[in-house]
Structure formats: structure tokens, C-alpha cells
């Protein structure tokens, strides 16, 4: 009989994490992803660290709040392998995963656009904030 009040704690921890892991991913509406090789230059680490500005001074709250999520991999590392297959990232690469429902719903490929544009600040970020408003509709 004392082991049932136990057991009970021990279900009701159980499903609360996964509650609230699920009720985190189902507030996520977007992944900003960027991948990047070992060795950097100038221009990929500027297209990082500025997309990180954009970020936190934009879109701080919904970094908070876990509706946008940002992460950096690096292509070079075994663990991030089936990732970078996936989003095609075989060098830098900035990614926008939009989410519906739960599930990823499309990947838009900014890679272009970063490199392009990088070199004129102002630009890159207006078109970054562009972007990820598209996305978080």
C-alpha cells in the first residue's frame, strides 16, 4: 500500500515533463538555423552574429518565449550529420524552418540572400526581419 502513493508521483513526474516538453514544442512557430564549417571567415561568422543581432533585438520576445528558436551547428561535426543532410548545409548555411502544428512545414534557404547582402548591413537585416515575419503568419 505505501508503494502506491509513490508509483503515483513517480507517473505524475513522468507525465508532466512530457507535457511540458510537448506544450515547448508546440509554441515553437520557427527555426532559425545556422550551420557553418570549423574554420570561418569573416563573412560567414558576420552572417551569424548578425542574424543573432536581428534576433535579440527584433524578435526578443519570441525568443523568450520559445516561439522562435535559434540554433548554430557545425557541418564539420559527426553529430550534426543527418541535420545537415536534411537542410542540404554542406557549408554556411542560414535556414528558416516554419512550424504548423507541430511539425515542420517548409525550410526557406536564406543562404543566398545572407552573402548577397551581408556586406550592406541595413539590407541583410531588413530582409532577415522580412523573412521571419513571413514565416511567423
Avoid: W
Avoid at 512545414?105 to 541595413?122: C, G, H, R, V, W
Amino acid at each position: 500500500m505505501k508503494k502506491i502513493p509513490f508509483i503515483l508521483i513517480v507517473i505524475f513526474i513522468i507525465t508532466s515533463s512530457f507535457t511540458t516538453s510537448t506544450n515547448q514544442t508546440a509554441k515553437t512557430k520557427l527555426l532559425v538555423y545556422y550551420f557553418h564549417l570549423t574554420a570561418r571567415c569573416h563573412t560567414c561568422a558576420t552572417i551569424e552574429a548578425t542574424t543573432v543581432e536581428v534576433l535579440n533585438s527584433t524578435f526578443k520576445k519570441e525568443l523568450n518565449n520559445g516561439i522562435i528558436v535559434f540554433k548554430s551547428f557545425n557541418v564539420d561535426d559527426k553529430a550534426n550529420e543527418q541535420l545537415c543532410k536534411k537542410y542540404m548545409a554542406y557549408g554556411s548555411t542560414l535556414a528558416l524552418t516554419k512550424i504548423t502544428k507541430g511539425k515542420e512545414f517548409k525550410i526557406e534557404d536564406l543562404t543566398n540572400m545572407a552573402f548577397s547582402k551581408i556586406d550592406k548591413p541595413e539590407i541583410f537585416k531588413s530582409e532577415l526581419i522580412s523573412n521571419i515575419n513571413l514565416m511567423l503568419k
